[in-house]
């Protein structure tokens, strides 16, 4: 890290960045052959003599092999989605080989995870994932990814160092059991943004607003002329609720972030908006798949200094 700095992405693997030892396999093989070769010249034999020196070159050009299977391979970090802690993050990366040859069984490594050996044929690419376990809120992050090879005959051990850092969100644990939440206060006429949500008397269409819920979209006018509108309502209506980290029983504060994206959760699905008050931050009510991933990723932060899970 200090020698190279952080690379840039796509990462070209050069041959000065390659380093190569032999594997435990290969150490093996090596004492086989000198033990041969000691045999051969204790008994002066002609036949031991050729098997042993043939063998050897079958080692050399076993390395030279091993080195040629990352040289000019193109690495790139794709990123990867956020997941509960308890799940595993899936970080993906590409490979691409600009050769004529096909790249036998190259590794991805991420701290003390490996993916599963992947060829890649001549001037092709393939993405492969790393799959972390997630086993804290926060952020993950790993500021090294090692890439390596084995091919042919597992003899020697190719690899490099790409410094290239790839981090995921880490969102709570969600709670098995539904804490109970506050009931919204009920409300009437049309105030604000919240104009409308009533069920009682037809008020009208508007257009249509990212956060919608589906059941209130107009499919009649939809199908006539393919505009997306929703129907609006007039009368008394409840407010959106607002999710409290303060409002829920005192305890750890893992289990209370768990709860609290259980509330989220079970908002979302059921189309409703929701509003977000955590310490030092807080979220306006809204709707939709991208304000949940905005209130779980402010709950991923609470109480937490830094990166974690760094290599």
Known sequence: MKSHGLDAAPLTLKRR????????QGLVFALMVFTMLLGAMNYDNAMGYLLAFLLG????????????????????????????AGQSVLYRFRL????RV??????LGLGAQRSRPVDLPADGEAVVTV????????RQRFDTVVVESRHPGHLFRVWSWAHLPVSATIWPAVARELAPMASAAAETGTDGGLAGAGEEDFAGLREFHRGD???????KAYARDQSLRVKQFSGSHESPPW?????LPPGDLEQRLSLLARQALELSRAGRAFGLRLPGASLAPAGG??????ALTLMADVGIGGDHGAR
């Open 131 to 138: 799959a972390v376990p997630a086993r804290r809120r926060g």
């Open 213 to 219: 819920a589906p059941r209130r979209i107009a499919w």
């Open 96 to 99: 691409h080989n600009p050769g």
């Open 102 to 107: 096909t790249r036998y069984e190259v590794v």
């Open 57 to 84: 070159g079958v080692g050399l050009t076993a390395m030279h092999h091993a080195h040629r299977n990352l040289l000019g391979v193109v690495l790139t970090p794709l990123g990867a989605s956020p997941v509960h």
């Open 17 to 24: 960045r390659l380093y190569i030892l032999p594997s435990r």
């Open 289 to 294: 798949r991208g304000h949940l991933e905005q």
């Open 243 to 247: 999710l409290d980290l303060e409002t």
